[in-house]
Nanobody, 112 residues
Framework: DVQLQASGGGLVQAGGSARLSCQAS????????IGWFRQAPGKEREGVGC????????YIPDSVKDRFTLSRDIGRSTAYLQMNNLKPEDTAVYYC?????WGQGTLVTVSS
């Protein structure tokens, strides 16, 4: 079975950093792109980036591109979302996705 295990969430102070991990299993990791999404309470899910596992090409929307970066470790079948200078409005459940498959989400709470 394909599984995406997201981790790394928690409570962070405003201005701090967090690194989320998305470990994949049950698939050929390099054949996929990994997308990152978030959903804040009462809001729609929004995309915060996507990485091509095969060549590392990334797309990050303008709304977060000066603070968020994406990377991957092919040997560990893991993608990472590095978030810096976090703001209270970044508080959300963060998910990773391969198109058909979603991770379970990890909560990031940014305190002011």
């Amino acid at each position: 079975d394909v599984q995406l295990q997201a981790s790394g969430g928690g409570l962070v102070q405003a201005g701090g950093s967090a690194r989320l991990s998305c470990q994949a299993s049950g698939l050929t990791f390099v054949d996929y792109n990994i997308g990152w999404f978030r959903q804040a309470p009462g809001k729609e899910r929004e995309g915060v980036g996507c990485i091509s596992i095969s060549d590392g090409t990334t797309y990050i929307p303008d709304s977060v591109k000066d603070r968020f970066t994406l990377s991957r470790d092919i040997g560990r079948s893991t993608a990472y979302l590095q978030m810096n200078n976090l703001k209270p409005e970044d508080t959300a459940v963060y998910y990773c996705n391969t198109g058909l498959y979603w991770g379970q989400g990890t909560l990031v709470t940014v305190s002011s």
